[in-house]
């Protein structure tokens, strides 16, 4: 009996080691990663689902909060997203002509199929 209940106390401690080494491995990755970058990418990625939604001002004022959170750990990189900004807009306002282009294709095709089947 006596080994019995040894056993067993030698088995809830090595448990409590193995928890007490979990708790410790939580914590050093926690402090590894900085709260600024997640609260960072999280506001980004908000921003762009509010955005997909339609909530347009939502979806900016969530951005730039992340934007904000962003300069407080790095400001050089925010200051070159900054300055890439221009060509970004161009290379967006660019992307969306060629979507444009591609769904007013897509109806012209649409348009003159109906009208091939109606003549049928």
Known sequence: MRNHV?????T????????????QKIE???????????V???????GALLLISGRRK?????SAAGAAVALLENPEI?????NAMPRM????QDFLVRVEDFVEELNKQGTHIR????HK
């Open 6 to 10: 040894k056993l067993r106390i030698r």
């Open 12 to 23: 809830i401690m090595e448990t409590n080691d193995q928890i007490m080494k979990i708790t």
């Open 28 to 38: 050093n990755s926690l402090s590894e990663i900085p709260w600024t970058r997640t």
């Open 40 to 46: 960072a990418a999280g506001s980004f990625v908000v």
């Open 58 to 62: 939502t979806a900016l004022a969530v």
């Open 78 to 82: 925010v200051r070159e997203a900054w």
């Open 89 to 92: 807009v161009r290379a967006s």
């Open 115 to 118: 009208d091939v089947l109606a």
